[in-house]
């Protein structure tokens, strides 16, 4: 059955963990100086304001509905780069996600589970 043809008999769309994304902002930013330290601050308060959750200091996470929106972000997140320093932005699938290997305190840990999405039209 395509999507159209369950979209049709259904009344809802199914969107398949593979379709669905995560977003993986990772960076390394200069902080000797205190203009540079700000610069850092406010990058990661842009992150922050775009809904994207910490993961670690450098590393924050956001969903995405698809590629459309990921690229969406994209833009908006070259917009906000600061002067200096790397900026890498990973993509990797719902399924993907679920399958992430977490060490914490030199014991591996449960798999996170994936936050369960509402389908809104």
Request: include cysteine; proline fraction near 2%.
């Amino acid at each position: 059955m395509t999507r159209r043809e369950h979209k049709a008999n259904s009344g809802t769309t199914h969107l398949s963990g593979y379709q669905l994304m995560w977003m993986l902002v990772t960076f390394d930013l200069p902080v000797e100086t205190k203009r540079q330290r700000a610069a850092a601050s406010k990058f990661r308060l842009a992150l922050l304001d775009l809904g994207f959750e910490m993961s670690q200091l450098s590393n924050y996470l956001r969903f995405c509905n698809g590629k459309e929106q990921f690229e969406a972000y994209v833009r908006k997140i070259e917009a906000q780069l600061p002067e200096s320093g790397d900026v890498y932005i990973f993509q990797f699938t719902d399924r993907q996600y679920e399958n992430i290997v977490r060490f914490s305190d030199q014991g591996r840990r449960a798999q996170k589970k994936n936050p369960t999405q509402m389908v809104l039209f």
